[in-house]
């Protein structure tokens, strides 16, 4: 099994819980506001939305997104320097 943290303190995994908790329902409001507002304004059906392929540019902003959420939460610990090592 990989080993990401060495010698976290309880701070350290706190502060990454929280900063993906706070993304993560960032992303939620955001995205159940959106389908509402296309539903109502549109006529789209959430099975529409829930069933959609993104193309090729979405992909990619898709792919860029990820990996900034990524870096955010695996980051917040990174400020006392509780990181040393990604996967092993």
Do not use: C, F
């Amino acid at each position: 099994m990989p080993t990401y943290l060495h010698n976290a303190t309880i701070e350290d995994v706190a502060r990454m819980v929280e900063s993906l908790t706070e993304e993560l329902w960032v992303l939620k409001d955001r995205t159940l506001v959106l389908e509402q507002l296309l539903i109502e304004k549109t006529g789209l059906s959430l099975d529409e939305i829930e069933t959609y392929e993104p193309g090729p540019e979405l992909a990619k902003r898709l792919a860029r997104e990820r990996q900034r959420v990524i870096r955010k939460v695996l980051g917040a610990p990174l400020a006392t320097g509780a990181v040393h090592s990604v996967g092993r």
